[in-house]
C-alpha cells in the first residue's frame, strides 16, 4: 500500500466520483461481468468491502457464492515472502468460474498475486475487476477484466479505501489534496 506521508491535518477531502456516478457505473459493470458465468466472487479485505457488496447485489444470479480474503503486502517487493494473502485455504474454488475483486489496480501485485494463486487452487477461470485503475502507478504486467474508472495519481478515500483506516465509509469517491 502506497504511503500517504503529509500529514492529514494539514490536507482536505476532495469529490473526485460523486456516490450516484458510482452506483451507475458498478450497475453497468455488474450487467456486463454478468454475460460471463460467474460461480464466486472473491473480494480483497478490506477495501473492496463496500464495492463487492454494491456488485454482488447489481448482479442477477443470486446463486454467487462471495468469500472474502485478506491481502497484506510488505514493501514494494516481487517475492511472495513480501506479499500474504489470509483466508486461501477456506476458498472453494476448484473448477469454479472465479471473479476476483479488488478496490483499486495500483502497482498491480495485488490483483495479479491473487488471481495467481486462486488459479493455483484449481479454478476453472478466474477474471478480475477493480472499481479503480492507478496506470500511473503500475509495476506489473497485468490486464484487469473490469475496470470502473481510470484515475490520475491521487491517493483516493472513500467507498470503502482508506487512508490510515480512517475515511472508509465515505459514500462518494475522494481524494486527499494538500490545502
Ligand atoms: P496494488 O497491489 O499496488 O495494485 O494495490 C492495491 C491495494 O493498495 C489496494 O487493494 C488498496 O488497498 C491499496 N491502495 C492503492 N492505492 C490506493 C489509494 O489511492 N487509496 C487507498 N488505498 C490504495
Ligand atoms: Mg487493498
Same mark, same amino acid.
Given at each position: 500500500? &502506497?504511503?500517504? !506521508?503529509?500529514?492529514?491535518?494539514? +490536507?482536505?477531502?476532495?469529490?473526485?466520483?460523486? *456516490?450516484?456516478?458510482?452506483?451507475?457505473?458498478? @450497475?453497468? %459493470?455488474?450487467?456486463?461481468? @454478468?454475460?460471463?458465468?460467474?460461480?464466486?466472487?472473491?473480494?480483497?479485505?478490506?477495501?473492496?468491502?463496500?464495492?463487492?457488496?454494491?456488485?454482488?447485489?447489481?448482479? &442477477?444470479?443470486?446463486?454467487?457464492?462471495?468469500?472474502?480474503?485478506?491481502? +497484506?503486502?510488505?514493501?514494494?517487493? /516481487?517475492? #511472495?515472502? @513480501?506479499?500474504?494473502? $489470509?483466508? =486461501?485455504?477456506?476458498?472453494?474454488?476448484?473448477?469454479?468460474?472465479? =471473479?476476483?475483486?479488488?478496490?483499486?489496480?495500483?502497482?498491480?501485485? /495485488? %490483483? *495479479? +498475486?491473487?488471481? +495467481?494463486?486462486?488459479?493455483?487452487?484449481?479454478?476453472?477461470?478466474?477474471? /478480475?475487476?477493480?472499481?479503480?485503475?492507478? &496506470?500511473?502507478?503500475?509495476?506489473? #504486467?497485468?490486464?484487469? !477484466?473490469?475496470?470502473?474508472? /481510470?484515475?490520475?495519481?491521487?491517493?483516493?478515500?472513500?467507498?470503502? =479505501?482508506?487512508?490510515?483506516?480512517?475515511? #472508509?465509509?465515505?459514500?462518494?469517491?475522494?481524494?486527499? #489534496? $494538500?490545502?
Amino acid at each position: 500500500m &502506497p504511503k500517504f !506521508d503529509i500529514m492529514i491535518d494539514m +490536507n482536505e477531502v476532495a469529490l473526485l466520483i460523486s *456516490k450516484d456516478d458510482v452506483q451507475k457505473r458498478v @450497475s453497468e %459493470l455488474a450487467q456486463e461481468i @454478468s454475460l460471463q458465468k460467474i460461480d464466486v466472487v472473491i473480494g480483497a479485505l478490506t477495501g473492496a468491502f463496500i464495492f463487492v457488496s454494491d456488485l454482488v447485489r447489481a448482479m &442477477p444470479s443470486k446463486e454467487l457464492k462471495i468469500q472474502f480474503v485478506k491481502v +497484506n503486502s510488505y514493501g514494494k517487493g /516481487t517475492e #511472495r515472502s @513480501s506479499f500474504t494473502i $489470509q483466508g =486461501l485455504e477456506s476458498l472453494d474454488v476448484k473448477g469454479k468460474n472465479v =471473479l476476483v475483486v479488488d478496490d483499486i489496480f495500483d502497482s498491480g501485485y /495485488t %490483483l *495479479k +498475486n491473487l488471481s +495467481n494463486a486462486v488459479k493455483e487452487l484449481g479454478a476453472a477461470q478466474v477474471k /478480475t475487476c477493480a472499481l479503480l485503475d492507478k &496506470p500511473s502507478r503500475r509495476e506489473v #504486467r497485468f490486464d484487469v !477484466d473490469y475496470i470502473g474508472f /481510470t484515475v490520475e495519481n491521487v491517493f483516493i478515500v472513500g467507498y470503502g =479505501l482508506d487512508c490510515a483506516d480512517e475515511y #472508509r465509509s465515505l459514500p462518494d469517491i475522494c481524494y486527499i #489534496r $494538500q490545502k
